[in-house]
């Protein structure tokens, strides 16, 4: 797992036990699984880039007609 013997695994926790004590442990968790919950969800959906709002025109809030080349020869 990640190259993390048992000792080291064990070194890791007593840290975090002695950082934030035996009380506030399991909020510290709590609030870690959340926040792992929602990466993969947010990771799962699909990404929509935002949408560039459209600039208001003058006839009102019509958007404007596209302009194509036209190839005169």
């Known amino acids: 797992m990640f190259g993390i013997g048992m000792g080291e695994l064990l070194l890791i926790l007593l840290a975090v036990l002695i ?3 035996a ?3 399991p909020e510290v968790m709590d ?3 959340k ?3 929602r990466f993969k969800r947010a990771m799962e959906e ?3 880039p935002p949408q ?3 600039e208001p025109t003058s ?3 019509e958007p404007k007609p596209k302009e194509t080349p ?3 020869n």
């Open 46 to 48: 699909d990404y929509e």
């Open 35 to 37: 926040a792992i919950r």
């Open 23 to 25: 009380g506030k442990l």
């Open 59 to 61: 006839k009102g809030n």
């Open 19 to 21: 950082i934030f004590g």
């Open 52 to 54: 560039k709002p459209e």
């Open 70 to 72: 036209q190839n005169h």
């Open 31 to 33: 609030s870690l699984g």
